[in-house]
């Protein structure tokens, strides 16, 4: 059963942008209550689609590189990257429904 994982600055170019499978980022911050409510779609998401497709988080707070090299200005942002580069976004906490077809665009 695949689980979210946490991505920092440090390991943010290993586990995304050198993944072999797309990666759905969210990034998020501990003070966002839409955060809060999206984490558990999330966690869904990653046990149904398994080895097809990594997901993992980025606290924005913690790890503001990051955030300022995607230009993030608003939590959650839940970005796919697929082959070293983003390729779909949305900001705002979603219906697990959206999630699922904004990954499965690019798969």
Known sequence: ???????????????????????LVDFWAESCGPCRRVAPVL????????????????????????????????????????GGLPVRSVTGARAKGDLVHLVESVL
């Open 43 to 82: 966690d869904e998401l990653a046990s149904e689609l398994g080895d097809r497709v990594k997901v993992v988080k980025v606290d924005i707070d913690a790890n503001p590189d990051i955030a300022r090299d995607y230009a993030v200005l608003s939590v959650p942002t839940l970005t796919v990257f697929k």
């Open 1 to 23: 059963m695949a689980a979210t994982r946490a991505v920092t600055d440090a390991t943010f170019v290993d586990e995304v942008l050198r993944s072999e499978t797309p990666v």
